[in-house]
C-alpha cells in the first residue's frame, strides 16, 4: 500500500511569483489536509479538501487555493509569493470517518520545501 | 499552535521511560493526537486518543488523558536511540465534520545511549 506522496520534494522560488504544489492521498483516503510548518514549529492547519470541496480553513490568506480531484489527490496554489511563505508544506490524506467525521484521522506526507528568495 | 503548549526539550538514557507532556485549551476536542517527527520527514502518527477515554496503551506507548486540567501525556517505554525525534501534540478543533488538527510545537527527545 502506497502511502502519501508529495511533489516535488524542494522548491527554490522568488517572491512575487506562483507556486503549485502537489499531493496524492493514500489508497482508499478520500480527504486531504494541508498544513504549513515554519523552521522550529509545529504545522499549521491551511484547509482541508473533501470530495473535491473546501472543508475547513485556517487563518491563511485568499492567495492560498487549493484543489481536490475525482480520485482524492490535491494541488495547493499560492500566489504572490512572499518571504514569510517559506517553510515546509505537509499533506494530510485520511480514511472515511464513522458517520460524520471527516478527516480525523492523518497520515501525513513528507512534505515539500519551498524556499522563497 | 497557540492553544497547544508543550515543554521543547528533553533528555533520557537508553533504556529509562520518557513522559512527554501537553497542555490544551479547547474542552470540546474530541481527538488528541501524538505525532513523531524525524529529521528532514514528514509526521508519523503514533497514537490518538478519543476525548471520552482516559488511557490508551499501545505497545511501549502509553497515552494519558486528564480532560478536567486538559492534560495529556505520551509514555514511551524502554526508550531506544531510534525514539529520538521531534514529539508533537495536537487536538482536533474544528466541528465534527472538519479535521482541523492544531498542534503544539513540539518536545525535542533526546536519548542519550
Known amino acids: 500500500e502506497t502511502g502519501v506522496t508529495q511533489s516535488p520534494t524542494h522548491l527554490i522560488k522568488t517572491r512575487g511569483q506562483q507556486v503549485t504544489l502537489r499531493c496524492s492521498s493514500q489508497?482508499?483516503?478520500?480527504?486531504v489536509s494541508w498544513y504549513q510548518q515554519a523552521l522550529g514549529q509545529g504545522p499549521q492547519f491551511i484547509f482541508q479538501y473533501y470530495r473535491e470541496e473546501e472543508n475547513g480553513r485556517g487563518n491563511f490568506p485568499p492567495r492560498f487555493s487549493g484543489l481536490q480531484f475525482p480520485n482524492y489527490s490535491s494541488e495547493l496554489n499560492v500566489n504572490a509569493l512572499e518571504l514569510d511563505d517559506s517553510a515546509l508544506y505537509l499533506c494530510?490524506?485520511?480514511?472515511?470517518?464513522?458517520?460524520?467525521?471527516?478527516?480525523?484521522?492523518?497520515?501525513f506526507g513528507p512534505g515539500t520545501r519551498l524556499t522563497v528568495t | 499552535g497557540e492553544d497547544v503548549e508543550q515543554s521543547l526539550f528533553l533528555s533520557v538514557r537508553e533504556g529509562d521511560s520518557s513522559v512527554i507532556n501537553c497542555t490544551y485549551t479547547d474542552s470540546s476536542s474530541t481527538y488528541l493526537y501524538w505525532y513523531k517527527q524525524e529529521p528532514g520527514a514528514g509526521l508519523q502518527l503514533l497514537t490518538y486518543?478519543?476525548?471520552?477515554?482516559d488511557m490508551k496503551q499501545d505497545q511501549r506507548l502509553t497515552v494519558l488523558l486528564n480532560k478536567k486540567d486538559k492534560h495529556l501525556s505520551l509514555r514511551i517505554a524502554d526508550t531506544q536511540t531510534g525514539d529520538s525525534a521531534i514529539y508533537f501534540c495536537a487536538e482536533n478543533k474544528g466541528s465534527s465534520n472538519t479535521g482541523k488538527l492544531i498542534f503544539g510545537q513540539g518536545t525535542t527527545l533526546q536519548v542519550k545511549p
Open positions: 494530510a490524506s485520511s480514511p472515511k470517518g464513522a458517520g460524520t467525521r471527516v478527516g480525523y484521522e492523518q497520515y
Open positions: 486518543i478519543f476525548s471520552n477515554m
Open positions: 489508497s482508499g483516503h478520500n480527504t
